[in-house]
C-alpha cells in the first residue's frame, strides 16, 4: 500500500522558516514525480512545488518562487520542502502527493496526483 507522511510544520513567526518532509513507505520514489500542495480554510487546494522523479525537473508557483526549495533524497525515499522567509499568507495545511513519472509536473494540476499524505499544519503568525 502506498502511503506518504508528512512532517516538519508548526507555528513560526514571519520572516522564519521551515523544512517540511514528505517520507514514503510501501513503494520506492524512484519512478513518481511529488508535488507539494497547500490549502487553507476556505480555499482550494493548490499546487505549491514539484520535483520529477529524477529530481531533475523542478517547479514553483509564483507566490513562493525564491523562498521555497523542493528536493529529494531517493536513498531516504523523502522529499523535502524548504520554505524560507514564510509569510502570514503561507498559512495552510501542506501535503506531498505522488503522480506517475510521466505526469507533465508543470501545471501542478491535483488531480493529476494521488496516494495523498494526512497533512501538516504550517502556521505563520507573529
Known amino acids: 500500500q502506498l502511503q506518504l507522511v508528512e512532517s516538519g510544520g508548526g507555528l513560526v513567526q514571519p520572516g522564519g522558516s521551515l523544512r517540511l518532509s514528505c517520507a514514503a513507505s510501501g513503494f520506492t520514489l524512484d519512478y513518481y514525480g511529488i508535488g507539494w500542495f497547500r490549502q487553507a480554510p476556505g480555499k482550494e487546494r493548490e499546487g505549491v512545488s514539484c520535483i520529477s522523479n529524477s529530481g531533475g525537473g523542478t517547479y514553483y508557483a509564483d507566490s513562493v518562487k525564491g523562498r521555497f526549495t523542493i528536493s529529494r533524497d531517493n536513498a531516504k525515499n523523502t522529499v523535502y520542502l524548504q520554505m524560507n522567509n514564510l509569510k502570514p499568507e503561507d498559512t495552510a495545511v501542506y501535503y506531498c502527493?505522488?503522480?506517475?513519472?510521466?505526469?507533465?509536473?508543470?501545471?501542478?494540476?491535483?488531480?493529476?496526483?494521488?496516494?495523498w499524505g494526512q497533512g501538516t499544519q504550517v502556521t505563520v503568525s507573529s
Open positions: 502527493a505522488a503522480a506517475d513519472f510521466h505526469t507533465d509536473l508543470g501545471e501542478m494540476r491535483v488531480a493529476d496526483f494521488g496516494s
